[in-house]
């Protein structure tokens, strides 16, 4: 009976064991993929100077190119929110028209199946997503 006992101990401190070490990966994970992003983008900063550098660029160039840019990348902002803004449009013109096509059920059930999808979406991409239909919200 001791030997039963023995072992019955050895599978519960492993198991508290793994317990344990998943929790420490767990919360280890996101700060080494942050760590992994920003020095993807660091580098990709890098190696952008870089080619700036390999030009020779005098220093009016270089204000100049860097003003361009900076202008550029807030005008691709500018897109994107205008974007967001009509794809919202967009989405809500056709939660209506399907509200209408559905039942109250199965527009209750359609309205669920969207917000687990866009729950795990969120989980993956590290975003928000549209969070369900706007008419709803």
């Given at each position: ?18 317990f ?15 760590a ?7 580098r ?15 220093p ?38 399907l509200r ?16 687990e ?12 997503g ?8």
């Amino acid at each position: 009976m001791n030997i039963g006992l023995g072992n019955t101990w050895k599978l519960r401190v492993a198991a508290l064991l793994i317990f344990l070490l998943g929790a420490a990966a767990g919360a280890l994970a996101p700060r080494a993929y942050s760590a992994w992003f920003r020095e993807g983008r660091q580098r990709s900063r890098e190696r952008f100077e870089q080619m700036l550098d390999r030009l020779q660029l005098t220093p009016e160039q270089n204000a100049q190119v860097q003003q361009t840019l900076g202008e550029a990348r807030e005008q691709f902002r500018a897109i994107r929110r205008e974007s967001e803004t009509r794809e919202d449009e967009v989405r809500s013109r056709a939660d209506e028209r399907l509200r209408q096509i559905m039942t109250p059920e199965q527009w209750q059930q359609f309205k669920q199946m969207m917000d687990e999808r866009d729950g795990s979406r969120r989980g993956r991409r590290g975003r928000g997503g549209r969070g369900g239909p706007p008419s709803e919200r």
